[in-house]
């Protein structure tokens, strides 16, 4: 018996206390999907929009494969994160949770590469995670200076 398996076992019963139920998750979701619709920012714009065009450059072949759709779902996107984190405002983060959304559903993905979202483990520290997504995304894009990180 390892001597660490107490305090394991202490700490995970913490965050399985520290989870919301499945009810007060749906009563949430319910909340912020009917409270309000966030508003973009020049700076989320920025993000999706020149991501739009970076799409529509790389398919220029076929640019008809690249559609307004396209832009149209991104900011549906990035709305509806703004709403999950409870927002007003579409914020940069919400703008590149979009972007890794549309990048991790396409096959021929090019800012993230190829990912395996099956077989995609949680990240250890997600804050961290995400600065790295940001920097990635924010960079090929050369938006770094919208970078949020403090």
Same mark, same amino acid.
């Given at each position: 018996?390892?001597?660490?398996?107490?305090?394991?076992?202490?700490?995970?019963?913490?965050?399985?206390?520290?989870?919301?139920?499945?009810?007060?998750? @749906? +009563?949430?979701?319910?909340?912020?999907?009917? $409270?309000?619709?966030?508003?973009?920012?020049?700076?989320?714009?920025? &993000? /999706?929009?020149?991501?739009?065009?970076?799409?529509?450059?790389?398919?220029?072949?076929?640019?008809?494969?690249?559609?307004?759709?396209?832009?149209?779902?991104?900011?549906?996107?990035? @709305? +509806?994160?703004?709403?999950?984190?409870?927002? $007003?405002?579409?914020?940069?983060?919400?703008?590149?949770?979009?972007? &890794? /959304?549309?990048?991790?559903?396409?096959?021929?993905?090019?800012?993230?590469?190829?990912?395996?979202?099956?077989?995609?483990?949680?990240?250890?520290?997600?804050?961290?995670?995400?600065?790295?997504?940001?920097?990635?995304?924010?960079?090929?894009?050369?938006?770094?200076?919208?970078?949020?990180?403090?």
């Amino acid at each position: 018996m390892d001597m660490d398996e107490p305090s394991q076992s202490a700490s995970n019963q913490q965050n399985a206390a520290d989870l919301w139920s499945f009810e007060k998750l @749906q +009563a949430y979701i319910a909340f912020v999907k009917g $409270s309000f619709q966030p508003k973009s920012t020049p700076e989320s714009e920025q &993000v /999706l929009t020149k991501y739009y065009q970076a799409q529509r450059q790389r398919d220029q072949l076929n640019a008809a494969r690249t559609t307004i759709r396209l832009l149209e779902s991104l900011i549906r996107l990035s @709305q +509806a994160h703004a709403r999950l984190m409870f927002r $007003s405002k579409v914020q940069v983060q919400d703008a590149v949770i979009a972007v &890794v /959304l549309m990048e991790t559903t396409m096959l021929s993905a090019s800012i993230l590469g190829t990912t395996d979202a099956l077989h995609t483990k949680f990240p250890e520290n997600p804050e961290e995670f995400y600065w790295e997504l940001e920097d990635n995304v924010l960079n090929h894009l050369g938006l770094l200076e919208l970078s949020t990180r403090e």
